[in-house]
């Protein structure tokens, strides 16, 4: 098996920084996990699982330029790295066989 | 938009309770996030989700973003055996580059710690007293409480023999032993040839037991047989050599043949019975001394110290409460008016704690000395203590790059901490080795002045830990600066010398301290000049007081042994036509003796003390001691009359109140009862201390003497005298040891304690001005080196040496005066108050402040002009080339 773990939020997450493509800080990853999954968490669990996520390094983070609206503040932007992305399509890949495996009728009985 | 910002309260406890690490961006990400909350639901809203939010950032809900690791700094401790080798050999290597410093740093710290020492060793001395007797915790002296016109006194060192019985008799539960003593007293012990005046004790048999004497030979047992007697191990050797003393025959006094029972190891100056040669029965001197039959049962005749033990289970207050009214009801009424409380006073306190006060135990004049001398090995210590800080801050200011180069090379913070402190560590403890060599130099001399048996405690190991902890406080004391502030410079300011303009607030605080520590230095320095400085000119003072009479080629000679013979050697001594004359008298000249009351006068009024000095002499006294009379006449061989005559002093003259005493009669009701007529009235005579007024003194020839004094003729030389004496007493008294002592000297012994005080202070104050200047010295030359450019720019611009080395030392002299302000209001408070307990005292002149004042300032500016001048005379081109 793999050696990291990745949890359900954290894979979440992980996508979002994805989808934000170097554009990811809390903030943008907070707005981006209520507007695609209706989520609403606090900034206090985005926080931490970025944090978690780089100490398993699946993202790394720099600090980048500080703007107006922030008080001149610099964010913290995530990006995904090398093995973040191989977890994301390992597990992409692990769902898709599993779904070869259903049985079609499973799913059409419980549908209806 | 414009009010977007977050609730004050909730960013406070952000800002305050979130971790570091990550406080900006996440300050940053709430605050871009409340803004828009604000603008989707309003206030409230964004208020409350903001505050939910804050608290979920907050410990224990947020997760610490771990510092990253540099590859470099993994398992790297500080501590390792590499590392410490490491420290210690940087530290050596600094040590050795800088040999100056070194030499001033270490041999500062080592002299200080050496009088810091030295008196902790006499301090503890004091304080162990008496602990030779190992039973010192049991033991106590009886003592007791009476009260005289009102007031509550305490004394009674010596009690009432039937005290003694008593005690033993119905108290006998409470002690283990009840000895009775004699006071030291002197007696002839001879054996054959050998023959010794020592001063020894009669004393019941339990008095071994009690004392724990440390036997040499022979048993602690014994003294109950009446002619027994047990020796010192030097006055054994005295009279026996090598031989075996065991079952020998002394005799005390010419009269009584005892023997030897034993010898025990001499007693220790620190106990209070050092002055025992000898112990004798307590019986034996009843046979020697008639009167003791009579004081056997008077419990008026208080002759006698009474020495107990108590049981083990009980406390000095349980026994004294229980022997409180031992004595009341055996007393007459006259005597008991007085209501005499028996109670103990412990051995323990017996050498500090022996002055009372309405009963009650006050700081007495030993106490004040411990704490006097306390107090100035602090001071020397603290001095030694600031000069290592001092110099450590200085020269840190130099290794700045050092610090700069080795955080560059990937030194922690840790590690030039350490650094910083074994250096420092290792100084204090070279200056701690160095400081045992000197305590063991000086202590022959610190001994011999302080009168004291002191050795270094080389088995204690409370002394060692005392002073390896102390080496090691002042170690990271002195070193903390260096480690704590320098490590944390930032490398790339203090490579690029930006260490002053850069931090400059931490280096102006570092001087600041740095100034106030040397004005904090003279202060004392100056101080200890000024005290010493009338320390001996209160000593002076006392020395160059008219004595009223003439001690020179004067001779006493105790009376032992002499037997009735006084007379015969008196012819024979003035026959050896060497002698001018010879007198005899109750007390040694220069020992004020006895003191009565009980007088009365025509025009005596209560008020008048009739307390008076009683001296009995003989009718030569006066020419032997050459008085000079006021009025009336000297006493008369010839007038059989005059054994009823007086001579006063004239402080016994005032004291009567008389104007003209020649004539007027004195009833004496104690003392040798009788009436008495004055015959005249000489000078004052300072018999006893130097310091004090004269006794009110009256003399009368009736009685018996104890002492003979010979006055040797002024135009014959002692050298030639002493031989014809010598032989002169042993024609007549042969048993007789010829034993005397010279009233001069014995007169100098009254300035003892006072001359001990100022050589003592006077080695202090050396010391801490000698630390002082070691300091200003290590300083100076920080700041030349410091300046060197600065000086080579304004030589160039034109500037004389003689400018130079003014702006140099100006700081220096006026921290010095700054110091001098301080000290001379303080020196001045505290030496009033020391001369205040002195009746005959001198007063503090005010040149003794302006010496004090300028030997400082020379002192100081001989210290810094070496420095300065050098830095003056250096050729600018060399000072600016450099870099």
């Not at chain 2, 004392?211 to 005295?238: F, P």
């Not at chain 2, 419990?299 to 020495?307: A, C, E, L, Q, R």
């Not at chain 2, 008076?612 to 006294?621: D, K, L, N, V």
Request: glycine share 8%.
């Amino acid at each position: 098996m793999r050696r990291t773990y990745l949890g359900e939020f954290e894979e979440v997450v992980l996508l979002m920084v994805a989808i934000l493509d170097g554009e990811g800080y809390g903030v943008t990853v907070s707005q981006a996990l209520e507007e695609h999954t209706g989520r609403i968490v606090t900034f206090g669990t985005v926080h931490n699982t970025l944090i978690r996520l780089e100490e398993k390094g699946f993202v790394t983070s720099e600090l980048g330029g500080g703007t107006a609206e922030r008080g001149g503040r610099r964010k913290r932007l995530f990006r995904v790295t090398a093995l973040g992305s191989r977890a994301l399509q390992e597990i992409q890949q692990l769902r898709q066989e599993l779904w070869q495996l259903i049985p079609p009728k499973t799913l059409q009985l419980s549908g209806s | 938009m414009k009010s977007m910002t977050p609730p004050r309260f909730a960013h406070w406890l952000l800002t305050q309770l979130h971790p570091d690490e990550t406080l900006e961006e996440v300050e940053g990400d709430l605050g871009e996030l409340y803004t828009y909350w604000y603008e989707r639901s309003g206030k409230i809203q964004a208020t409350l989700w903001y505050l939910l939010n804050v608290v979920s950032v907050l410990p224990p809900f947020v997760r610490r973003r771990k510092p990253k690791q540099s590859p470099y700094r993994q398992d790297v401790s500080s501590l390792q055996p590499t590392m410490i080798r490491n420290y210690l050999k940087i530290a050596w290597r600094n040590l050795t580059k800088n040999k100056v410093y070194s030499v001033i740093n270490i041999g500062g710290l080592a002299v200080g710690m050496a009088v810091a020492m030295l008196i902790g060793l006499w301090i503890y001395d004091e304080l162990t007293f008496n602990q030779y007797h190992q039973n010192y915790s049991r033991i106590a002296q009886v003592m007791r409480h009476e009260w005289f016109d009102g007031k509550k006194e305490t004394g009674g060192q010596s009690s009432p023999m039937p005290l003694g019985t008593e005690l033993r008799a119905a108290f006998g539960d409470e002690f283990d032993y009840v000895v009775l003593s004699t006071k030291p007293v002197n007696y002839i012990i001879a054996s054959g040839d050998a023959k010794f005046n020592q001063s020894g004790r009669f004393m019941q048999a339990d008095a071994p037991e009690l004392l724990t004497l440390r036997m040499v030979q022979g048993s602690r047992a014994g003294l109950h047989d009446l002619n027994t007697i047990l020796l010192a191990e030097t006055l054994a050797k005295k009279l026996f050599g090598d031989g075996n003393p065991i079952n020998r025959i002394v005799t005390i006094d010419t009269q009584v043949n005892v023997k030897v029972i034993g010898v025990y190891e001499d007693l220790p100056i620190s106990s209070d019975f050092r002055e025992t040669a000898y112990i004798a029965p307590f019986r034996l001197y009843g046979s020697l001394n008639s009167w003791v039959k009579d004081a056997r049962d008077n419990w008026g005749d208080n002759s006698f110290p009474i020495y107990v033990q108590i049981a083990p289970n009980k406390t000095f207050e349980q026994v004294s409460a229980r022997i409180k009214g031992a004595m009341l009801p055996h007393l007459k009424a006259e005597k008991a008016a007085s209501k005499p409380e028996v109670f103990l006073h412990p051995m323990p306190n017996w050498h500090l704690f022996s002055t009372f006060e309405n009963g009650l135990s006050i700081t007495s004049e030993p106490m004040k000395y411990v704490l006097f001398y306390g107090v100035i090995g602090l001071f020397v210590l603290l001095l030694a203590c600031i000069n290592f800080t001092n110099l450590s801050t200085a020269r840190s200011e130099k290794r700045a790059k050092e610090v700069g180069i080795r955080k560059a090379v990937g030194s922690v913070r840790a590690q030039l901490t350490s650094q910083f402190l074994s250096e420092s560590v290792l100084v204090s403890m070279v200056a701690f080795g160095i400081c045992l060599g000197l305590v063991q130099l000086a202590l022959p001399w610190f001994n011999r002045v302080a009168d004291k048996q002191i050795v270094i405690l080389w088995a204690n190991p409370i002394f060692w830990l005392v002073c390896i902890a102390f080496a090691l406080f002042t170690a990271l004391l002195s070193g903390s600066y260096p480690a704590f502030y320098l490590s944390s410079l930032q490398p790339v300011q203090t490579l690029k010398g930006l260490y002053s303009s850069g931090s400059l607030s931490g280096w102006h605080s570092a001087v600041a301290s740095r100034k106030v520590l040397v004005v904090f230095q003279f202060t004392i320095s100056t101080a200890l000049i000024i005290g010493t400085a009338s320390v001996y000119q209160q000593i002076q003072l006392a020395k160059n007081r008219p004595v009223g009479y003439d001690r020179s080629g004067l001779l006493s000679f105790p009376e032992n042994g002499f037997l009735g013979k006084e007379d015969v050697i008196r012819n024979e001594l003035l026959r050896t036509g060497v002698v001018a004359e010879v007198a005899e008298s109750a007390y040694p000249l220069t020992n004020e003796g006895s003191n009565n009351t009980g007088f009365d006068w025509r025009g005596k009024t209560p008020s008048m003390n009739d307390d008076f000095g009683t001296i009995r002499i003989s009718g030569e006294y006066g020419k032997a001691v050459g008085w000079q009379f006021v009025a009336g006449r000297d006493f008369s061989r010839k007038l059989r009359s005059d054994s009823s005559g007086l001579i006063i002093n004239e402080s016994a003259m005032k004291a009567m109140g008389l104007q003209q005493p020649i004539g007027e009669q004195v009833r004496s009701e104690h003392w040798q009862k009788g009436t008495y007529t004055i015959l005249g009235v000489v000078k004052d005579m300072v018999m006893a201390s130097p310091f004090e007024r004269v006794r009110p003194t009256i003399f009368s020839i009736r009685g018996g003497k104890r002492w003979m004094l010979v006055k040797i003729d002024a135009h014959v030389s002692l050298h030639a005298a002493l031989p014809k004496l010598e032989a002169a007493f042993k024609t007549i008294v042969p048993d007789v040891p010829f034993d005397y002592k010279f009233a001069d000297e014995e007169y100098a012994l009254k300035f003892a304690v006072e001359e001990r005080i100022g050589k003592l202070a006077s080695f202090f104050t050396i010391l801490a001005i000698f630390i002082s200047c070691l300091g200003l010295f290590g300083l100076a030359s920080f700041m030349a080196e410091r300046r060197t450019k600065e000086i080579g720019i304004r030589k160039v611009l034109g500037a004389s040496a003689l400018t130079i080395w003014r702006l140099l030392s100006e700081e220096f002299v006026l921290l010095v005066l700054t110091a001098f302000a301080i000290a001379t209001p303080t020196a001045y408070y505290f030496l009033s108050n020391w001369l205040q307990k002195y009746e005959y005292h001198t007063h503090i002149s005010w040149w003794v402040f302006a010496g004090s004042g300028i030997g400082t300032l020379t002192i100081t500016l001989l210290t810094v002009s070496y420095q300065s001048i050098k830095a003056a005379l250096v050729n600018p081109v060399k000072s600016l080339r450099s870099e």
